[in-house]
């Protein structure tokens, strides 16, 4: 699976939107970009995956570069409650499996 | 649904000594997995099922068994606990290929082992 580069920490002000940027320049073409978060301790929660195509659900956006390189997770609006590690993750598992975390974001939202 | 359920959620072991961590879902998911996660790091897998009677090793197999009897249960047996074994332990499941690509984890199980 290709390797992923996160910035370690971000912050973001309540109520703005979070950019999450990832990279992942040897992504090759049958890879998928997942997304997940782990808010203190917690299990980590699924967010969102792509392919290639951008893609939105009811808790995020991600944005895929044309080629595949990077991509970027928005919460549109964050809260404090966004408050968590984010982890990128690119594997050609399509069972949503057997994933490999790094280290991930630390993102904290501000009030 | 209870999810993902896994016990027990804290316990203190002994060098040497041995004992399983339960995970049990009860989602009828076909893949199951068992990560670490040690303190400032990100989750490392352990062990994986496809399937009833299905495991596979992961990234750290090294000091643990595992065994798939049934689709619902997946446990985790730790041999002879050494300190380096100290860590968060999180399972997981799936429903594999034909269901989507959403891994569903337990709360933990923090392990110390002294």
């Known amino acids: 699976d290709a390797k992923t580069t996160q910035p370690t920490s971000m912050d973001c002000a309540e109520g703005r939107a979070a950019n999450l940027p990832c990279n992942h320049s040897?992504?090759?073409?049958?890879?998928?970009v997942y997304w997940y978060r782990q808010i203190h301790s917690q299990g980590p929660q699924y967010i969102i995956h792509?392919?290639?195509n951008n893609e939105t659900n009811e808790m995020a956006s991600l944005i895929i570069t044309e080629d595949r390189k990077s991509s970027t997770l928005i919460l549109p609006h964050a809260t404090l409650r966004d408050t968590a590690v984010y982890y990128c993750?690119?594997?050609?598992?399509?069972?949503?499996?057997?994933?490999?975390f790094g280290e991930g974001t630390q993102l904290t939202v501000n009030p | 649904n209870a999810g993902v359920t896994q016990t027990p959620k804290f316990q203190v072991l002994k060098t040497g000594q041995s004992m399983t961590l339960q995970c049990a879902q009860d989602?009828?998911?076909?893949?199951m997995s068992w990560y670490r996660q040690d303190p400032g790091m990100g989750l490392r897998l352990i062990h994986y099922?496809?399937?009833?009677?299905?495991?596979d090793q992961g990234e750290v197999p090294n000091g643990y068994n595992v065994s798939r009897s049934t689709t619902e249960d997946f446990p985790l047996r730790l041999l002879s606990a050494a300190p380096s074994q100290t860590s968060v332990y999180f399972c997981?499941?799936?429903?594999?290929?034909?269901?989507?690509?959403?891994?569903?984890f337990g709360p933990g199980t923090r392990l110390t082992v002294t």
């Open positions: 997981a499941s799936s429903s594999g290929a034909s269901g989507g690509y959403e891994q569903y």
């Open positions: 099922s496809v399937g009833a009677g299905i495991t």
């Open positions: 792509g392919l290639k």
């Open positions: 989602m009828n998911h076909e893949y």
């Open positions: 993750i690119v594997s050609q598992e399509t069972s949503g499996s057997r994933l490999t």
């Open positions: 040897t992504i090759s073409g049958n890879e998928y």
